[in-house]
T-cell receptor, first 114, second 110 residues
Framework: NAGVTQTPKFQVLKTGQSMTLQCAQDMNHNSMYWYRQDPGMGLRLIYY???????DKGEVPNGYNVSRLNKREFSLRLESAAPSQTSVYFCASSERRKDTGELFFGEGSRLTVL | GQSLEQPSEVTAVEGAIVQINCTYQTSGFYGLSWYQQHDGGAPTFLSYNALDGLEETGRFSSFLSRSDSYGYLLLQELQMKDSASYFC???????????FGPGTRLSVLP
C-alpha cells in the first residue's frame, strides 16, 4: 500500500520556468491538500480539494494553480516560478467523513528556484 | 482568520515527561490534531481531540479544552527517537481545512 505518492522528490528551476507537482493517493480518500513548509516553520495550506471536482484556496494560494484530476490525483502547478517559492511541498489526503483528524502525507517535494 | 501558538523549543532528558502546549484563535473549530516530524521527513499523525478531555495513545496523550482554546501533547518516558518537531493543527467547522501551528522542536538529551 503506497499511501500518498508525490513526484518529483527534488527539482531545481530557474525563475520564470513552470512545473507541475504530481500527487496520487490509493486510500480512496475524498479530501486532498497541498502544503508548503519553509525552514523552521509550520506547514501553510496552499490549496485543498474537499472532493473530486472541487478546489478551494488556502492560506497562501498566490502563484499556484491546482487540478483535482480524479479522486486519486491532485496536482499543483507553478506557472512562473519565483525564488520565494523555494520550499518543501507536501501533499496530503484525509477521509473527512471518519472525523479522525488525521492527514496522511506524502514524502515531500523539495523545490529550489534560482 | 486562524492563528496557533506553540513554544518554539523544548528540551528534556531521556525517561522524563514533557508537555507541549498549543493555543489557538480560529474563526471555526472542529478538532485539534498533533503531528510529529523528524528532520527531512514528512509529518506523521499522533493524536486527535474533537471533544474536551484527554486522549491516550501509548506514551503519548493529548488534551483539549474548547472553552480555553487550548490543548497540549504529553509525551511520557521520553526516548532519544522522540527528538523531532511537533505541530498542532486545527481543523475548521467542516473538518476539511487544517491549519498548522509553527511547531515545537523537542530535543531529548541522554
Amino acid at each position: 500500500n503506497a499511501g500518498v505518492t508525490q513526484t518529483p522528490k527534488f527539482q531545481v528551476l530557474k525563475t520564470g520556468q513552470s512545473m507541475t507537482l504530481q500527487c496520487a493517493q490509493d486510500m480512496n480518500h475524498n479530501s486532498m491538500y497541498w502544503y508548503r513548509q519553509d525552514p523552521g516553520m509550520g506547514l501553510r495550506l496552499i490549496y485543498y480539494s474537499a472532493s473530486e471536482g472541487t478546489t478551494d484556496k488556502g492560506e497562501v494560494p498566490n502563484g499556484y494553480n491546482v487540478s483535482r484530476l480524479n479522486k486519486r490525483e491532485f496536482s499543483l502547478r507553478l506557472e512562473s516560478a519565483a525564488p520565494s517559492q523555494t520550499s518543501v511541498y507536501f501533499c496530503a489526503s484525509s477521509e473527512r467523513r471518519k472525523d479522525t483528524g488525521e492527514l496522511f502525507f506524502g514524502e515531500g517535494s523539495r523545490l529550489t528556484v534560482l | 482568520g486562524q492563528s496557533l501558538e506553540q513554544p518554539s523549543e523544548v528540551t528534556a532528558v531521556e525517561g522524563a515527561i514533557v508537555q507541549i502546549n498549543c493555543t489557538y484563535q480560529t474563526s471555526g473549530f472542529y478538532g485539534l490534531s498533533w503531528y510529529q516530524q523528524h528532520d527531512g521527513g514528512a509529518p506523521t499523525f499522533l493524536s486527535y481531540n474533537a471533544l474536551d478531555g484527554l486522549e491516550e495513545t501509548g506514551r503519548f496523550s493529548s488534551f483539549l479544552s474548547r472553552s480555553d482554546s487550548y490543548g497540549y501533547l504529553l509525551l511520557q518516558e521520553l526516548q532519544m527517537k522522540d527528538s523531532a518537531s511537533y505541530f498542532c493543527a486545527v481543523s475548521d467547522n467542516y473538518g476539511q481545512n487544517f491549519v498548522f501551528g509553527p511547531g515545537t522542536r523537542l530535543s531529548v538529551l541522554p
